[in-house]
């Protein structure tokens, strides 16, 4: 009826510094009612163009500021997201399905960061410079900033990872065409009513709300778009690679992750065990950082199991808004079947599911009776070439599975095609250098997971992507390098 579609929230696309309604639109569910409560702009190559026309017309003024000018203002839009904190958790917890606890906790902070850390590292890049006093020449680099960055972002941690693109792309004198994801908009379009008042000027920083089949695309090919920056799936990524490569794009693709942790007997239980349940059921493990593939070595595999077991029970799903809640609701229906399909597989298979979907049964309240809950589920006995040892599930499971040996446990660990995220636990401090050493990883946790130092290159290897972001990493991938000799 019009009365309730009146009721909903309607988002708009921000281009050049306004908000621009759209032609058409696409539902947007709350994941822990089941119920549609938004409507996004299902924005196309006409919305696109427009978003595209008023970033390169700021884009002369916006790179010609000085680095110190763009970090005052990213500073400020820091300060406007911490200070609607709450605001912005409850609408991400909303839109998203993750816990209020997880959003006021991790996502919303981190998003102010992302402005802040970038605010404040654009300042001490320096350039190289050589000499060569025998043909009395001297050369020197210069950085400058590209153009229009499109930047696109996934639906797991909404603002949080369109901040971390945005800022790097922006301190650097881009401007930007951001997409986030059409099933998590709220929070970017909320983000777009501060950035007048943090000084951002019309057109640095544009939004297009819509799928990746229509706006996603129109992106990807627009040819005054020479940089893309993509965090999502690696099928996504191979469609963006093709698009982009008649124009030679530069690109970034932050993909999945089929995550090993590798256990050792001698590893302290009390903290491995309530830091791998967090590396497999955070965010309703709907994190690329999730750890999916638990290795634990023979002689503590029972021990392990048990307590684990004991553990991932206690944790409470239920109503997202609910601050004793562990466990929110996933993204969507189409995404719950998928990763209970994931489960059915393995009991085909001779899998035994100790704990979870289908062995426990889930009593949520009333109001989210038809909400995508999931409880925490850990299988054993799975087999490596299984595709659930082998294929992101982006989900609540964790398969478990025994070793004996160091070297056996590496060429397990190393046999999927993805590379993101592993952790090592282990008292030997030889033993820990020698695994992450071999291990096909961009990053490596060992005693600890998700401890992250912005500074530092944060990536995949294999089919987890290409490139790094971090505070040089970012840097150099938002900029073009000049080398300049002179004779004298």
């Known amino acids: 009826t019009m009365a309730h579609s009146k009721a909903l929230l309607m988002l708009e696309n921000f281009i050049a510094g306004k908000f621009v309604p759209c032609s058409s639109y696409i539902d947007s569910y709350n994941p822990s009612t089941g119920e549609v409560y938004c409507r996004v702009p299902d924005s196309g190559k006409e919305e696109v163009e427009a978003a595209v026309k008023a970033a390169k017309t700021a884009f002369p003024i916006w790179s010609s500021k000085s680095p110190l000018e763009r970090s005052q203002i990213l500073n400020k839009l820091a300060d406007l997201i911490e200070h609607d904190l709450e605001a912005f958790a409850q609408a991400e917890s909303k839109d998203q399905g993750k816990t209020i606890t997880f959003a006021r906790t991790v996502d919303i902070p981190r998003a102010a960061y992302n402005f802040r850390f970038f605010a404040s590292s654009i300042l001490h890049h320096a350039t190289e410079c050589t000499e060569m006093a025998t043909v009395g020449c001297m050369h020197y680099t210069s950085r400058t900033p590209v153009g229009v960055a499109g930047l696109i972002s996934p639906w797991n941690l909404p603002l949080y990872l369109l901040t971390w693109k945005i800022a790097p792309a922006i301190a650097c004198g881009n401007t930007v065409v951001a997409k986030p994801s059409e099933m998590t908009s709220v929070t970017a379009w909320m983000m777009c009513k501060l950035l007048e008042k943090a000084g951002v000027p019309h057109g640095v920083v544009n939004v297009v709300f819509g799928t990746g089949a229509k706006a996603g695309e129109a992106l990807v090919c627009h040819p005054d778009v020479p940089l893309i920056s993509f965090t999502g799936s690696t099928l996504t990524a191979q469609r963006i690679t093709e698009k982009s490569a008649p124009h030679c794009k530069r690109l970034s693709l932050e993909l999945g992750g089929k995550n090993p942790a590798i256990i050792f007997d001698d590893a302290d239980l009390s903290q491995c065990i309530p830091t791998t349940l967090r590396s497999s059921f955070a965010n309703q493990g709907e994190i690329c950082l999730c750890t999916s593939r638990i290795f634990v070595q023979r002689g503590i595999y029972s021990e392990f199991l048990k307590r684990f077991v004991a553990e991932a029970k206690k944790w409470k799903v239920g109503n997202p808004s609910d601050p004793t809640v562990d466990v929110g609701a996933l993204i969507s229906k189409e995404h719950l079947e998928k990763v209970k399909g994931y489960v059915k597989k393995a009991q085909a298979e001779g899998a035994r599911v100790l704990c979870g979907e289908g062995v426990d049964s889930l009593a949520l309240p009333t109001g989210n009776q038809k909400g995508y809950f999931m409880l925490p589920t850990v299988i054993a006995e799975v087999k490596d070439e299984s595709c659930c040892m082998q294929e992101e599930i982006f989900g609540p499971v ?31 401090v030889g033993r820990v250098h020698r695994v992450a050493q071999k291990l096909q990883s961009g990053l490596v946790w060992t005693n600890c997971w998700l401890i992250r130092d912005l500074n530092l290159p944060f990536g995949g290897m294999k089919a987890s992507g290409i490139g790094r972001e971090g505070a040089k990493d970012s840097y150099e991938f938002f900029t073009e390098v000049k080398t300049i000799t002179i004779k004298h």
């Open 398 to 428: 964790t398969c478990v599975v025994a070793f004996d040996t160091e070297e056996e446990v590496i060429k397990r660990a190393n046999g999927v095609k993805y590379g993101l995220a592993a952790t090592v636990w282990s008292s030997n």
